[in-house]
């Protein structure tokens, strides 16, 4: 079973428990306003460029996205996405499993939306409960009801990426409403499945109370849910959106105490563990 | 009793100009009045008279009596004074000293002086009662300092040790601290450390629970003790501001853990939290499953104090010492008592030479057209053994007899013997034989075999050209060779390197070498940057001529692009359970919780890894520091295999910290 990847990431410790290996699936059925990671919104790869690292020296000349092998020396270009097969992804995320047994670690898939990519996510996922390993995923939740249910045979962990809890607004930041999001985020619950949701805060987007008694309302409905993550806006995606010749939406990053004070204020409506991403 | 804080403020506002003259000028005039005099005894005499004459002074926030006055350095004062002046380098015998006193060593000195009835034997005897009395002289002028600055308890200590046996928690502190303030400041060597600090001490800290003392009461005291390491003056000719005299800066090392760890290795964590300043770098010679709360706490406090915090695998090391013939007994002990250099805890002066390998490496390339790995390698251990063997024949030990006046009672097991500790027949011989750039090495390996040997791109002679223009119109070449999968991300390539630390370790193990001799090699390079960079022409592995080498353990600058998990894959490729010495630096860019860093490291010493030494750099604050040294006088940052304050550093050196790989 092939699939695109864009980034497999060793060493990750804010993706679920211990150390982690973290697989971008390419592709992502939202476009959110925000999105900090332009390169995993198309299903089919793309030539990034550098500017400000080209040397003019031509050897790119002839580069298409089916390029095999390319390597730019000054990191200048590159090819976002490639085709690989499970197995592949297994034998990468295998060569880190002594980490994963000393820190009770494993595999995170993420994207984009990995679902997006359904039977190759549960392809890996499957090979990787057969090495034992411990498996999240990183989802926004909008996939269908029984891709969901097939995966969460295989996921140890959801990482549930709650956006925007008005439906309307939902679809006018995301481009899709969040009717089905919630509908799988209750079916994970049904299923006893571990979640931790992940709530971006944007400011002048989501970065109201109300949103916030809300995310609080549904944590503390689902007995699933054992963690809420705060992600803060940041601006990491400015450069990728130049490299794939695309603009950025200008969003103001909030302080550390603007942060701290949306961690305390959801903190103190529920007795589920809030952190910062 | 000692004021932590006020301590701290007191060095953060010290000088960093100022240094130890008053040692100097005494010496001077000593050197004088005695040139004529020619006995045996001339420098424990000169010992003792110095030790009569330096002031005792004391500070209201000292937990522990004995300092050093420092001044600021006068027109005219150029060179420092060698007139005694020995080497250091070792971990003096503390155990015995607080178990027995200067008293009791002295007292076995003799008998067996008497017993052997040789000339020289006796002369050692006299000099060591010579030296230990000369301590007991300036305790006792401790004790009146003491008493009149409100120290009862320092001054009831030093009435008794460290010449007779400490009795209680607090005189073992003091009996060790002025001992090794007088080896430290006042014999002007550096390189002294404490050794296995929580065997000896356990009993007195045990002692002092029964009494009814404490735990947090025997921390903050311990504290104390460890704030007053930062005082030590040492010969500053590698510490960033040379000064005229000895000067404050010399690493200190306390070593903790190995077989059986106990509560006080605990306690001796807890308490370098408490203290938290560059001095003294705890050594945990870590045995993962030997305790299970030791384990943990090894980990929490290196999240805190980072670069403070060296870890080595006991087991490795262990491996490698009984595998090169160390009775277990004596090898279970090993100490770390410098920058990643080893020791037989108390039992050794330790040898050191930096190999030039890097040179030896550039001279084998250029000395003939090579057609394969294997034939560069075989003639590169030849060369290095070589260069090892003729530079040991010159080395000479005989003028250190007289002046290791002091140091001589300490290594005890050859002083029991009546010998100097370089004297040919002592105890053990332990040399450390430093082997850097071995990433570079290994590269630059893989890259003459891809382009020349395999892919015949290049002859070799036309390779060699390359490299003697220095790549100059071979940029294109070397931006290739710069991209290629180099040392430190988990690939096959890094055999390479493998292979060149096997090579390396081969020359040693070549060496000829009598009984007591122990050549202990380590993958270190404490001068990576500036020290003989500019001497090595360019490497095959797209290094041009003058510039770094790879550091230690490390992979070459950048070559390093697949995370650390790879990074330590890589690293724990090289022939560690050969090697006892070395290190390896990780730095990250931000704070990693103790549960990571455990993982992290107890996986790599499960590869068979030797060493983890880790930064925390904030690279925005270390830039900030660079313009506003003031305000960051207390920022540490992690060089070679000790902590430094970045404020302190060179700017080239400052820069090179911020150039480091992140994780």
Request: proline share 3%; net charge negative.
């Amino acid at each position: 079973m092939n699939g695109l990847l864009f980034n497999i990431q060793k060493f990750c410790v804010n993706d679920g428990p211990g150390i982690r290996t973290t697989v971008f699936l390419k592709g992502c059925p939202l476009r959110c306003l925000w999105c900090h990671n332009p390169e995993s919104q198309a299903k089919e790869k793309e030539i990034m460029f550098y500017a400000d690292k080209c040397s003019g020296c031509g050897r790119c000349r002839s580069l298409t996205v089916d390029t095999d092998d390319f390597v730019c020396f000054n990191d200048a270009k590159e090819i976002c996405g490639k085709t690989v097969s499970s197995d592949y992804v297994i034998a990468e995320v295998m060569k880190d499993y002594e980490f994963y047994k000393n820190s009770g670690g494993g595999i995170t898939l993420s994207g984009g939306e990995p679902l997006l990519q359904f039977e190759f996510a549960l392809d890996i996922l499957k090979k990787s409960k057969e090495h034992g390993l411990h498996t999240a995923i990183e989802t926004c939740g909008f996939a269908e009801k029984d891709k969901v249910k097939k995966v969460a045979e295989f996921t140890d962990l959801f990482l549930f990426d709650f956006k925007e809890s008005d439906p309307e607004l939902h679809k006018t930041y995301t481009g899709v409403d969040n009717i089905l999001i919630q509908k799988n985020l209750s079916l994970l619950n049904e299923l006893k499945k571990d979640i931790i949701l992940r709530c971006p805060v944007i400011p002048g987007y989501n970065d109201r109370k109300d949103n916030y008694d809300k995310i609080c309302e549904l944590a503390n409905s689902l007995v699933s849910i054992i963690g809420i993550e705060i992600e803060p806006f940041h601006s990491f995606g400015e450069t990728k959106y130049n490299a794939l010749g695309r603009q950025n939406a200008e969003i103001l990053m909030q302080t550390d105490e603007q942060i701290n004070e949306i961690i305390d204020y959801i903190a103190s409506k529920t007795n589920i563990s809030v952190k910062k991403a | 009793m000692g004021n932590l804080t006020n301590l701290k403020e007191f060095i953060f506002e010290t000088d960093n100009k100022a240094c130890f003259i008053e040692r100097d000028e005494i010496l001077g005039r000593l050197e004088t009045e005695m040139a004529d005099y020619d006995k045996t005894d001339k420098f424990a005499i000169v010992f003792s008279k110095l030790l009569s004459e330096v002031s005792v002074p004391i500070n209201e926030n000292d937990y522990f009596a004995g300092r050093v006055v420092e001044a600021l350095p006068y027109e005219g004062l150029k060179t420092a004074n060698r007139f005694l002046n020995s080497v250091g380098h070792f971990s003096p015998d503390y155990g015995k000293v607080l178990n027995c006193g200067l008293k009791g060593i002295v007292s076995e000195i003799n008998d067996n002086a008497t017993k052997k009835g040789d000339t020289e034997s006796k002369s050692f005897a006299k000099n060591a009662a010579i030296v230990a009395e000369a301590v007991h002289d300036y305790c006792l002028r401790y004790v009146d300092a003491a008493e009149k600055n409100g120290m009862p308890e320092a001054a009831k200590a030093l009435r008794t040790v460290p010449y007779e046996p400490a009795y209680d928690f607090y005189s073992a502190l003091q009996g060790i601290w002025i001992l090794h303030m007088i080896l430290s400041c006042y014999i002007g060597a550096r390189d002294y450390a404490f050794g296995n600090f929580d065997k000896y001490m356990l009993p007195f800290y045990e002692k002092a629970l029964a009494d009814g003392k404490t735990e947090t009461e025997l921390t903050e005291l311990l504290a104390g003790f460890f704030i007053k390491t930062n005082e030590i003056c040492g010969r500053c000719a590698h510490n960033y501001n040379e000064k005229p005299v000895l000067c404050q800066a010399t690493k200190q090392y306390v070593n903790i853990g190995g077989e059986f760890p106990n509560k006080f290795s605990i306690i001796c964590l807890k308490a370098a939290e408490l203290n938290n300043m560059a001095q003294p770098e705890i050594v945990v010679r870590l045995k993962p499953d030997a305790d299970a709360e030791f384990t943990e706490q090894v980990f929490k406090s290196l999240a805190v104090l980072t670069d403070k915090v060296n870890i080595y695998n006991y087991d490795t090391v262990f491996k490698c010492l009984t595998d090169r013939g160390v009775k277990p007994d004596i090898a279970k002990d090993f100490t770390y008592s410098a920058c990643c250099t080893f020791d037989l805890h108390y039992h050794n002066p330790r040898g050191e030479y930096y190999v030039p390998t890097m040179r030896i490496f550039l001279e084998v390339l250029h000395s003939k057209n090579y057609t394969s790995i294997d034939e560069i390698l075989k003639d590169y251990t030849n060369a290095l053994t070589l260069d090892m063997q003729n530079r040991r024949r010159i080395h000479s030990i005989e003028g250190m007899r007289q002046i290791a006046v002091l140091d001589s009672l300490l290594i005890t097991d050859t002083a029991m013997e009546c010998k100097y500790p370089y004297d040919k027949d002592r105890a053990y011989c332990l040399n450390n034989l430093f082997l850097s750039g071995v990433a570079t090495i290994g590269d630059s390996l893989m890259v003459l075999d891809k382009l020349v040997f395999k892919e015949k791109r290049y002859s070799y002679a036309d390779f060699m050209q390359i490299l003697d223009d220095n790549y100059e119109n071979s940029e294109a070449l070397r931006s290739e060779i710069l991209n290629y999968e180099r040392f430190g991300n988990d690939s096959e390539n890094d055999n390479y390197t493998a292979m060149a630390g096997n090579a390396m370790v081969d020359a040693v193990d070549n060496l000829e070498k009598r009984d007591n001799e122990y050549n202990i090699p380590g993958f270190y390079s404490l001068e990576r940057d500036n020290r003989w960079c500019s001497e090595i022409g360019a490497s095959p592995d797209g290094r041009k001529s003058g510039t770094p080498f790879s550091e230690n353990q490390s992979p070459a600058y950048g070559a390093d692009k697949s995370g650390i998990t790879a990074l330590l894959k890589s690293v724990s490729k090289l022939p560690f359970h050969r090697t006892a010495g070395g290190g390896l630096n990780l730095t990250f860019s931000k704070k990693v919780s103790s549960d990571v860093l455990k993982a992290l490291i107890l996986s790599y010493f499960n590869m068979g890894g030797l060493h983890v030494g880790i930064s925390v750099i904030d690279r925005e604050k270390l830039q900030d520091a660079m313009k506003n040294p003031d305000k960051y006088k207390s920022l540490t940052v992690r060089l070679y295999g000790f902590s430094e304050y970045f404020v302190s550093l060179p700017e080239w050196q400052q820069i090179a910290v911020l150039n480091r790989t992140e994780y």
